[in-house]
Nanobody, 119 residues
């Protein structure tokens, strides 16, 4: 079983920055994509950003131009650089890894890290 270890959440003032990190607990192969989703109280979980093994990225419209996802392929660590944070970015952020083996997909999730944007 693969565990995803997240770090980097916390409390930041509006306009500030945070960087989230996520790495699998062991070596893993056939990674299709990695990404970050978030869930605010009373709302559904939503995709924030994702990156494929080839480096293609996509972002939620609400974070375009402010957040940047990147990945270190050697150890499969994925980062989410969050700039110009807004109170509406407050949520629990979850790392996600999608693995495909022989045509079968597997989804792994981190335990979540709290991001709070408040003055």
């Amino acid at each position: 079983q693969v565990q995803l270890v997240e770090s980097g959440g916390g409390l930041v003032q509006p306009g500030g920055s945070l960087r989230l990190s996520c790495a699998p607990s062991r070596n893993i192969f056939s990674i299709n994509a990695m990404g970050w989703s978030r869930q605010a109280p009373g709302k559904q979980r939503e995709l924030v950003a994702a990156i494929t093994g080839r480096g293609s990225t996509n972002y939620a419209d609400s974070v375009k131009g402010r957040f940047t996802i990147s990945r270190h392929n050697a150890n499969n660590t994925v980062y989410l650089q969050m700039n110009s944070l807004k109170p509406e970015d407050t949520a629990v952020y979850y790392c996600n890894l999608k693995q495909v083996i022989a045509g079968v997909g597997y989804d792994y999730w981190g335990q979540g890290t709290q991001v709070t944007v408040s003055s």
